[in-house]
């Protein structure tokens, strides 16, 4: 797959089948439609695109808008690799982008700049200045500007923004089975491996302290979590914890993770998380003692899970 940052340097000759949209989760309501590009490129001997946006547009107009969003960039790219999308363009969104009229949006860059033959679209899809064309207008474009347009059924387009509220929901409440079955894949976290205070290796359970450079990524509810991670080609399980470490009275949240049978280095490593499933809820142990104990059941339970 071919990434390319900003519409203004695609440079291809290649003229694509593509669709539009944030695409955040890429989660089994956008595979449809995803799938759909892949294989009317293929028919139709075009190359698939997809054209998305970043920073998400609700963050550049909605400034006091707190969104938090299922994939880091990185995340979502390597999803739409994984898929086998041909290419991936992703422009940059600012408050003057969102001026562009939408003759100047379809005829200057979807058209003569990104080569578009075929644009399949949602019909409740919105563009140009003020959101102010539709798909009518896109259609009415494609007339005059040699491409054609499909309409993504209402049912599919609901079914996306079901996913997508469920999706959050369930992470916020910590209910991952739901959440990974809305996503057809399991929740992840990536982030950089940093330094603790090593409380968890004075329990015998040393952990990895994983930190999230993305302030907008979605962080599920705080407790213990069933986890694995591939890590230098091998699948390593473990547990998981997101919270405070109220037995030694934590003032910082800390997302600490424990691996099973596995104890080489990876401090300054940045590693995926993918989370399997939730153990319990955080909370506050009259002991470090009482805290091991729960730690290993937590641990025994995890492996017979995975077991499973």
């Not at 998305?52 to 990185?74: C, E, G, S, W, Y």
């Not at 140009?128 to 054609?148: K, P, S, V």
Request: hydrophobic share 35%; aromatic share 8%; proline share 3%.
């Amino acid at each position: 797959m071919t990434t390319v940052h900003s519409i203004t340097k695609y440079d291809q000759r290649y003229p694509l089948a593509i669709t539009i949209g944030t695409f955040d989760g890429v989660h089994i309501g956008h595979r449809k439609i995803l799938e759909r590009i892949i294989n009317h490129a293929k028919d139709l001997a075009l190359k698939s695109a997809v054209l998305t946006f970043f920073p998400h547009p609700r963050m550049v107009l909605q400034k006091d808008a707190d969104i938090k969003l299922l994939n880091t960039l990185d995340e979502k790219t390597a999803i739409l690799r994984q898929m086998g999308l041909d290419i991936l363009v992703i422009h940059p969104f600012t408050k003057d982008f969102s001026r562009l009229g939408a003759t100047e949006f379809v005829r200057d860059l979807l058209v003569n700049k990104l080569k578009s033959k075929k644009i399949i679209i949602g019909y409740d899809h919105r563009f140009g200045r003020n959101r102010n064309a539709n798909i009518t207008d896109l259609i009415a474009f494609g007339n005059t500007l040699d491409f054609t347009v499909e309409e993504i059924p209402a049912q599919e387009i609901d079914d996306v923004s079901v996913s997508s509220t469920k999706i959050r929901k369930a992470l916020e409440e910590g209910n991952m089975e739901t959440a990974n079955s809305y996503l057809g894949y399991s929740y992840m976290l990536t982030g950089t491996v940093q330094k603790g205070k090593g409380l968890g290796r004075q329990l015998n359970f040393p952990t990895a302290n994983l930190v999230i450079e993305e302030s907008y990524k979605l962080i599920p509810k705080n407790g213990s979590y069933i986890i694995k991670s591939n890590i230098r080609g091998r699948t390593v399980h473990g547990m998981m914890n997101i919270g405070y470490n109220p037995t030694v009275n934590g003032q910082t949240k800390t997302i600490e993770v424990h691996y099973f049978d596995f104890d080489d280095d990876l401090y300054g490593q940045k590693i995926q998380v993918d989370l399997l499933s939730r153990l319990r809820d955080e909370r506050k142990f009259d002991s470090l003692e009482a805290l091991k104990a729960q730690l290993a059941r937590d641990k025994e339970n995890s492996l017979q899970f995975i077991s499973k």
